[in-house]
Nanobody, 122 residues
Framework: QVQLVESGGGSVQAGGSLRLSCAVS????????IAWFRQAPGKEREGVAA????????GYADSVKGRFTISQDNAKKTLYLQMNSLKPEDTAMYYC???????????????WGQGTQVTVSS
């Protein structure tokens, strides 16, 4: 089992920044990717950013490219999401998730944290 605990959410004004953290624990063998997802009220959950744990390769949704940065600290077993130039449309519950799927397919993320709320006001 893999346990994920998010922190760092909050309320900011548009243009501001936040850094989310995700503490990873448990058996993390063969966890190939860890990612951030978000879900706003009335909208489907979307993948925001992902990182392949082995080589650090990253991927981002078009909506956050150039503004968000995903990173990992292997020593601390922590995943981060640095969010800059925040917009009201970034308001959502943000979740950290992990997968043992080698292809890191979005539908194969099956370990989830409880989420942390991000609210961006205009």
């Amino acid at each position: 089992q893999v346990q994920l605990v998010e922190s760092g959410g909050g309320s900011v004004q548009a243009g501001g920044s936040l850094r989310l953290s995700c503490a990873v624990s448990g058996y993390t063998g063969n966890v190939y990717c860890i990612a951030w997802f978000r879900q706003a009220p009335g909208k489907e959950r979307e993948g925001v950013a992902a990182i392949r744990t082995g080589d650090g390769n990253t991927g981002y949704a078009d909506s956050v490219k150039g503004r968000f940065t995903i990173s990992q600290d292997n020593a601390k077993k922590t995943l981060y999401l640095q969010m800059n130039s925040l917009k009201p449309e970034d308001t959502a519950m943000y979740y950290c998730a992990a997968t043992r799927d080698f292809g890191c397919r979005l539908e194969e993320y099956n370990y989830w944290g409880q989420g942390t709320q991000v609210t961006v006001s205009s």
